[in-house]
C-alpha cells in the first residue's frame, strides 16, 4: 500500500489525489524508468528549465554536465523542482471529455549539492554506468583525473517528492456506454531494438541494459 | 538547413551549439513526436514543474485541465519555460566520459493565454483529439456546454523556443578505439502496442495513432 501522506505541502497532490503516492519504492521505480527528467531553477528571478539525463543511487537523484556548464553552476544556487514523466498508454472514451492518458510522473523539490570529491565522483558516474548497463564499468577504458575534472556531477536527496500514476481503464458516463465508438486503451511499448555496432569497434559483446526487454 | 539563429538570448543553446536548431519544422516535429512536456513556472517567487499533455495547432503549443485547477490559473499568471525531451538511444562508448545519448528536445519561453471563447475552446480540444486520432472526433458522443465550461484551456506561442538533438554514432578519443569493449548504440524504439477494448465497448474499431508504426 502506498504510502498516501506528502512530505510537504508543495508536494501534495491536490488533484485526483488518488493517483498519488508518496514511498520510495514507488519513486524509486518511476526515476529508475526513465532515462531524462526535466529540472526547472531560477536565474535572477526568472524560470529557466532543462531537460537532461539523470540516474539514481540510493536516495539520491544524480546529474551531470560540464564542468564549464553555467547552467549546472545555477543548479545549486536555485530551488530546483524536477520532473520525471513516462507516457504508458493511449485511454480513448466515448466522449472526448473523458479521454485520457496513462502515465508515470515524479515531481521532486529541493536543491542540489555539488559531488567534488575524486572517489565519490567516480562512485556516482559508476553508478550511473551500470544502472544502464551492469558489469561495463570495469570493462571501459580507465576514466582519468582530467576526465572527472572536467565533468561536474550534482545530487539531490529524493526525499521531498511525490509520485503520481494513472494506470487502468476507460471510465465514461453511464449513459455514453453504448455509444457505437471503440473505447479501451492502446498501450506505448518502449523497447531497446537492435543495436548498431560502431565500424571500429574491435571487441565485446553487445551489452544488455536495464531498458532491454 | 535548419534556422542557426536564436530567437532571444536565453533560448541561444551554449553547449554544444552544433546540435542546435531554432526553425519551425524542426520545432514542431518534436513537439508532434511527444505527448507530454513538462511546464515550469512560478508561483510567489517558487519555481515549480508540471508534467502534463499538450499537443500542437499550427504555431501554438496547448495544455489543458480542470478550470478548478489551482496550477492552471498559475500558469497564466507566471513567465514559463516548457521542455518537451524524446530519448533516441544509448550511446556506448569505449570510455565513461563519452557514453551518451541520442535524444531530441526543445525548450520554449513564454507566457500562456488562456483559450476563453467557447467555440476556439472547442476547436482547440478537436485539434487535441484529431491530432492523436485522425476523424476520430466526428464519431465521438458530442461535446456539451457543461464539458467546455469545466474545461480550462491555455496556449503558447512556440515563437521563443529552440531544439536540441544528438543522432550519431560514438565519438571515442583516438587512443581508445582499440579497446576491446562492444561500442555502438542501442536505440530505444516506442510503439503503440496491442490494444485493449473495454469490456463494455459496443461498437466501432481500433483507431490508428499518429504513434501507430
Known amino acids: 500500500m502506498p504510502r498516501s501522506t506528502a512530505p510537504s505541502s508543495r508536494t501534495r497532490v491536490c488533484r485526483k489525489p488518488e493517483r498519488a503516492a508518496y514511498d520510495a519504492e514507488t519513486i524509486n521505480a518511476i526515476v529508475d524508468a526513465a532515462v531524462i527528467c526535466s529540472v526547472a531553477f531560477q536565474i535572477d528571478g526568472g524560470v529557466h528549465a532543462i531537460p537532461t539525463i539523470h540516474w539514481r543511487d540510493g536516495g539520491y537523484l544524480y546529474v551531470h554536465g560540464a564542468k564549464a556548464s553555467r547552467m549546472l553552476k545555477a543548479l545549486t544556487e536555485s530551488e530546483v523542482c524536477i520532473t520525471v514523466a513516462l507516457a504508458d498508454g493511449l485511454v480513448l472514451a466515448r466522449s472526448a471529455m473523458h479521454h485520457s492518458m496513462n502515465y508515470r510522473s515524479v515531481v521532486i523539490y529541493g536543491q542540489f549539492e555539488s559531488v567534488n570529491q ?44 511525490s509520485s503520481k500514476a494513472r494506470d487502468s481503464g476507460v471510465k465514461d458516463d453511464d449513459d455514453d456506454l453504448d455509444w457505437p465508438v471503440w473505447a479501451g486503451v492502446i498501450p506505448f511499448n518502449t523497447a531497446t531494438g537492435t543495436p548498431r555496432r560502431e565500424n571500429d569497434s574491435v571487441g565485446g559483446t553487445v551489452p544488455s541494459t536495464r531498458f532491454t526487454l
Open 118 to 161: 575524486p572517489a565519490e565522483k567516480e562512485r556516482a558516474l559508476r553508478a550511473l554506468i551500470e544502472g544502464l548497463y551492469p558489469g561495463r564499468w570495469d570493462t571501459l577504458r580507465p576514466i582519468n583525473d582530467k576526465e572527472l575534472n572536467a565533468t561536474s556531477v550534482l545530487r539531490i536527496p529524493l526525499a521531498e517528492a
